[in-house]
C-alpha cells in the first residue's frame, strides 16, 4: 500500500519562505512521479509543480514560476517543495501526490495521480 504524507506547512508573512516535504512509501521512491497541488478556500485545486522520476524534468504552474523551486532526493524518498517569496494568494491547502504509472517525464494532470496525501496548511498574511 503506498503512503504519502506531507509536512512542513505553517503560518509566515508575505515575502517569506517555507519548505515542505513529501514522503512516499510502499515501493521504491525513484518509481514514482510527484506532484504538488493546492487548494484554496472556495477554489478548485490547482497545479503548483511536478518533478519527474529521476528529477531531472520539472514543472511550474505559472502563478509561482521563478519562487517555487521542486526537487527531490530519492535516496531519502523525500521531495521537496522550496516557496520563497511568498504572497498572500499562496494561501491554501498544499497536497502532494504521487504517481506509479509508466509515464515519462512530468504529470500535471490532477487526474494522472493514484495516491495523495493528506494535505498541509500554508497560510500567508499580509
Known amino acids: 500500500q503506498v503512503q504519502v504524507v506531507e509536512s512542513g506547512g505553517g503560518l509566515v508573512q508575505a515575502e517569506d519562505s517555507l519548505r515542505l516535504s513529501c514522503a512516499a512509501s510502499?515501493?521504491?521512491?525513484?518509481?514514482?512521479?510527484v506532484g504538488w497541488f493546492r487548494q484554496a478556500p472556495g477554489k478548485e485545486r490547482e497545479f503548483v509543480s511536478a518533478?519527474?522520476?529521476?528529477?531531472?524534468?520539472?514543472s511550474y504552474g505559472d502563478s509561482v514560476k521563478g519562487r517555487f523551486t521542486i526537487s527531490r532526493d530519492n535516496a531519502k524518498n523525500i521531495v521537496f517543495l522550496q516557496m520563497n517569496s511568498l504572497k498572500p494568494e499562496d494561501t491554501g491547502i498544499y497536497y502532494c501526490?504521487?504517481?506509479?504509472?509508466?509515464?515519462?517525464?512530468?504529470?500535471?494532470?490532477?487526474?494522472?495521480?493514484?495516491?495523495w496525501g493528506q494535505g498541509t496548511q500554508v497560510t500567508v498574511s499580509s
Open positions: 501526490a504521487a504517481d506509479l504509472t509508466t509515464g515519462l517525464g512530468v504529470a500535471v494532470s490532477q487526474a494522472t495521480y493514484d495516491y
Open positions: 510502499g515501493r521504491t521512491f525513484s518509481a514514482y512521479r
Open positions: 518533478i519527474s522520476r529521476t528529477g531531472g524534468t520539472t
